[in-house]
């Protein structure tokens, strides 16, 4: 009787979840219409409508605590559905972007994987970047950025990571990996990873893509063709632009997880690549 009742609580949870997720999934939808056709646009701030010069916004940004710089000219743009992933062009004002790089830099390390026994980084030739994580919450501007991913996503503050800012200098790349886990180590906090918001912190002039070598549909149809390298057009690819967010989905809207969310990072050929990670759980995420 108590398999038999267990068993009737994993089912109900999971129904739970699948729910959640739906409706998630249907919010993002609603969102990203909305968002496209210039109906509903997420505000800066919640007290009135920025002004339209940039010397009057870092004024009131200065006096009212709210975040550094203009991030006008927004638009959302639908990248994929399988996987599911999404463009939001200026995500990042240009001064979001260098004060994160600026915080960053003298705390930068090789970058690691994951040992998915054992739950602890290990080196591996897949991952040649240097990176380091944030706190989450560290500061006023990361918290301004981490509520503007959460209004974004629809998935709350508590379920993020910290933000890992990361340097990738000519050469340097991510073999392509999925951001789920295939273990029950690295899921006890948090559950299992959903959605990734990966944002761009600057241009990179030849190489660095961001790819989904098992994305369906038509990889070649992307405005930005003929401007990837050779890793590039190996499948669907973003090309980095400062300020610009990707976001893409893990699991797909009926708790499954989704392959097509293999991703890479491709060799940059010229140019400097920095960009920040922030993953999100299922489950609110302890740090």
């Avoid at 340097?172 to 899921?187: M, R």
């Amino acid at each position: 009787m108590a398999k038999v009742r267990h068993s009737r609580l994993q089912a109900k949870k999971w129904s739970t979840m699948t729910l959640v997720l739906s409706m998630l999934f249907m919010l993002t939808v609603v969102l990203l219409m909305l968002l496209g056709l210039g109906i509903f646009s997420l505000p800066i701030n919640s007290d009135d409508s920025p002004p339209n010069d940039l010397t009057s916004y870092r004024r009131m940004a200065s006096e009212r605590g709210i975040g550094l710089g203009k991030r006008g000219g927004q638009w959302t743009e639908v990248l994929s559905w399988e996987p599911r992933a999404f463009i939001y062009h200026k995500f990042l004002s240009k001064e979001e972007c260098e004060y994160l790089i600026n915080l960053a830099k003298p705390h930068m390390a090789k970058s690691t994987v994951v040992d998915s026994k054992t739950g602890k980084s290990k080196d591996s030739r897949v991952r040649t970047s240097s990176g380091m994580f944030l706190r989450r919450g560290q500061d006023k501007i990361i918290r301004d950025i981490e509520k503007r991913i959460a209004d974004y996503t629809f998935i709350p503050v508590e379920h993020g990571e910290g933000l890992q800012v990361l340097h990738y200098e000519v050469g340097q790349k991510y073999d392509a990996h999925f951001d789920y886990f295939l273990d029950e180590f690295n899921t006890k906090n948090g559950g299992q990873r959903m959605a990734t918001m990966l944002m761009y912190l600057s241009d990179v002039e030849e190489g660095g893509e961001t790819i989904f070598p098992a994305a369906k549909g038509n990889v070649s149809a992307v405005p930005w063709w003929n401007e990837l390298s050779e890793c590039g057009k190996q499948g669907l690819a973003v090309k980095p632009k400062m300020g610009d967010a990707l976001l893409f989905w893990s699991m797909r809207p009926d708790a499954t997880l989704d392959p097509s969310s293999l991703h890479g990072g491709c060799p940059v050929i010229i140019g400097n690549k920095w960009s920040s990670t922030k993953w999100m759980h299922i489950e609110e995420y302890k740090v």
